[in-house]
């Protein structure tokens, strides 16, 4: 419609001020999650640009705590996250057209079952990083 291309227009002015303050929320995520038992988003190669609309996270065979109980700690902490995708092989359709199971698809599966999506928005204040940051460590950092 008009009205949201005109809403589009406008928002694409800031569009590389949102990015930049999505890159700067990333980058102080990796640095706080430095040792603990998960894997970071990958950084994006020198000279390009990465979007951080997600901030994808996968928990460690170390981490001593399964996704899902995961999320729910951090929901519980005031922290909105969540799964970041579903494989093939659990759609609904493909899985029950063609019999698909989570046992054929190992490196697929342990992947979902390690995957969250941390938030990261371009009105993120410090603070609000700063929670999200000192949650994570709380469930994950050695005791």
Do not use: N
Request: proline share 7%; aromatic share 10%; charged share 20%.
């Amino acid at each position: 419609t008009d009205i949201a291309a005109a809403l589009g227009l406008h928002q694409l002015k800031k569009a590389h001020a949102f990015q930049q303050r999505r890159a700067a929320i990333a980058a102080r995520y990796e640095a706080a999650f430095s040792g603990l038992p998960l894997i970071s988003a990958p950084m994006p190669p020198a000279g390009e640009l990465h979007a951080w609309h997600l901030y994808a996270i996968r928990l460690a065979e170390g981490a001593g705590i399964p996704r899902d109980r995961f999320i729910e700690r951090l929901y519980a902490l005031g922290i909105g996250c969540s799964v970041h995708y579903i494989p093939l092989h659990l759609q609904p359709y493909w899985r029950d057209r063609y019999a698909l199971r989570a046992a054929d698809f190992p490196a697929s599966q342990q992947a979902y079952e390690q995957m969250l999506s941390l938030p990261v928005y371009s009105r993120m204040t410090d603070a609000d990083a700063q929670r999200v940051i000192a949650a994570v460590r709380g469930l994950l950092a050695p005791a």
